[in-house]
């Protein structure tokens, strides 16, 4: 089998244990006679296995009783909004603190549902300039974030998939402290790659496309308090609470989605857990960021040493013509998915955690050649 070394940031590489789990049971699912796919999500056999999924999202992350783990529908770009429609009210605040086109997206949802609400939303952003030349290159220090008293929630996003900034990989940029405001991150691809403290934030999201399955499933931790909270005046279908009380199956999952990210955290879970990953990732991290800074002639990282993501590397060539180049040659050693984001350009290296040492370490080594013979 001539399995490429994927580097896509999402759809992204998965486990290839957890893809011959899914291969070996595929026609007949624990003993069935039928695919997990076929199977009621009713039924007991399913139920074990979106049980399992949430067990594991609790022992990885060790989510305390007074959380709830969701499995929920739409890509985390519909929590986008439906965050906004559970937890503003008439006259309250909402604040967004935007460190990338993703921090962008969730911002703009957030305006319309609060418009429609007769709400407001304060913003902090740490864009540099206008349009398609704004960049964003750092998160900012825990003193440099300025939380609205009063307000709803502040949200930020812990990983900036396209721009490669990162919350929490260096001391200085911890993630912000915000007191009594609820903190709410869109975790969608930093999910799960090291283990933190789920308690110091009011609600975690992350669509499972990047670090743990296939797209069509979110996972989402939240406080019961702040599903208390939430409006009951919104469809039932939009509110958090509905999908809490009803353990993720008020309607039909993506049963085959649910089945895969049970198969990832399982081999997560084989793998050490969540402080071997991290000594995985970090080593994978220093391994491409050694490169680029031993190369500063050749090789450029457009973000904040303290900034820089451990799950997305970016960085530039001297021109855009040695940037194709550099990705049609590494496409012909069996690499793909390095082509930068098309809003910003460059290479972007993906490393989830399905992404092996071996695999950044054959990249490496290209950089390196590359460097030398261009």
């Given at each position: 089998?001539?399995?490429?070394?994927?580097?896509?940031a999402?759809?992204?590489?998965?486990?290839?244990?957890?893809?011959?789990?899914?291969?070996?049971?595929?026609?007949?699912?624990?003993?069935?006679?039928?695919?997990?796919?076929?199977?009621?999500?009713?039924?007991?056999e399913?139920?074990?296995?979106?049980?399992?999924?949430?067990?594991?999202?609790?022992?990885?992350?060790?989510?305390?009783?007074?959380?709830?783990?969701?499995?929920?529908?739409?890509?985390?770009?519909?929590?986008?909004?439906?965050?906004?429609?559970?937890?503003?009210?008439?006259?309250?605040?909402?604040?967004?603190?935007?460190?990338?086109?993703?921090?962008?997206?969730?911002?703009?949802?957030?305006?319309?549902v609060?418009?429609?609400?007769g709400?407001?939303?304060?913003?902090?952003?740490?864009?540099?300039?206008e349009?398609?030349?704004?960049?964003?290159?750092?998160?900012?220090?825990?003193?440099?974030?300025?939380?609205?008293?009063?307000?709803?929630?502040?949200?930020?996003?812990?990983?900036?998939?396209?721009?490669g900034?990162?919350?929490?990989?260096?001391?200085?940029?911890?993630?912000?402290?915000?007191?009594?405001?609820?903190?709410?991150?869109?975790?969608?691809?930093?999910?799960?790659?090291?283990?933190?403290?789920?308690?110091?934030?009011?609600?975690?999201?992350?669509?499972?496309q990047?670090?743990?399955?296939?797209?069509?499933?979110?996972?989402?931790?939240?406080?019961?308090?702040?599903?208390?909270?939430?409006?009951?005046?919104?469809?039932?279908?939009?509110?958090?609470?509905?999908?809490?009380?009803?353990?993720?199956?008020?309607?039909?999952?993506?049963?085959?989605?649910?089945?895969?990210?049970?198969?990832?955290?399982?081999?997560?879970?084989?793998?050490?857990?969540?402080?071997?990953?991290?000594?995985?990732?970090?080593?994978?991290?220093?391994?491409?960021?050694?490169?680029?800074?031993?190369?500063?002639?050749?090789?450029?990282?457009?973000?904040?040493?303290?900034?820089?993501?451990?799950?997305?590397?970016?960085?530039?060539?001297?021109?855009?013509?040695?940037?194709?180049?550099?990705?049609?040659?590494?496409?012909?050693?069996?690499?793909?998915?390095?082509?930068?984001?098309?809003?910003?350009?460059?290479?972007?290296?993906?490393?989830?955690?399905?992404?092996?040492?071996?695999?950044?370490?054959?990249?490496a080594?290209?950089?390196?050649?590359?460097a030398?013979?261009?």
């Open positions: 089998m001539n399995r490429k070394i994927n580097f896509n999402g759809p992204a590489a998965l486990p290839l244990p957890a893809l011959e789990r899914a291969r070996d049971e595929f026609l007949d699912f624990a003993g069935s006679g039928m695919s997990v796919m076929e199977h009621s999500h009713r039924g007991k399913y139920e074990a296995v979106h049980d399992e999924a949430i067990a594991l999202v609790r022992e990885l992350l060790g989510v305390p009783a007074s959380y709830e783990v969701l499995l929920l529908q739409g890509g985390a770009t519909a929590l986008f909004a439906q965050i906004p429609m559970n937890l503003l009210e008439k006259g309250a605040t909402a604040q967004y603190l935007v460190t990338g086109a993703w921090g962008e997206k969730a911002l703009g949802e957030a305006k319309i609060s418009a429609l609400f709400a407001s939303v304060a913003v902090q952003s740490l864009g540099v300039g349009g398609k030349e704004k960049s964003f290159t750092r998160v900012p220090a825990p003193s440099g974030v300025k939380v609205a008293p009063g307000a709803s929630y502040l949200h930020i996003t812990s990983n900036e998939t396209i721009h900034v990162e919350y929490n990989v260096d001391p200085s940029r911890a993630f912000p402290g915000t007191g009594a405001v609820p903190l709410i991150a869109d975790m969608s691809s930093d999910f799960l790659w090291r283990p933190f403290d789920v308690t110091k934030f009011g609600m975690v999201y992350a669509g499972a990047k670090n743990i399955g296939p797209s069509g499933v979110v996972v989402a931790v939240v406080s019961k308090e702040l599903l208390e909270k939430g409006r009951k005046d919104i469809p039932k279908i939009f509110q958090f609470r509905t999908h809490a009380e009803n353990k993720s199956l008020y309607n039909t999952p993506p049963t085959f989605g649910v089945y895969m990210v049970r198969n990832v955290l399982s081999w997560l879970k084989g793998q050490g857990g969540l402080a071997k990953m991290e000594e995985v990732n970090r080593k994978k991290a220093a391994r491409l960021y050694g490169v680029i800074d031993a190369n500063p002639e050749f090789y450029r990282s457009p973000v904040e040493r303290e900034s820089r993501s451990v799950m997305n590397v970016v960085f530039r060539l001297p021109s855009p013509e040695l940037e194709e180049r550099f990705i049609a040659e590494a496409k012909k050693q069996g690499m793909i998915g390095l082509k930068g984001h098309r809003s910003v350009g460059g290479v972007r290296v993906s490393a989830y955690n399905a992404v092996s040492f071996e695999w950044v370490d054959t990249l080594g290209f950089m390196e050649a590359f030398r013979v261009k």
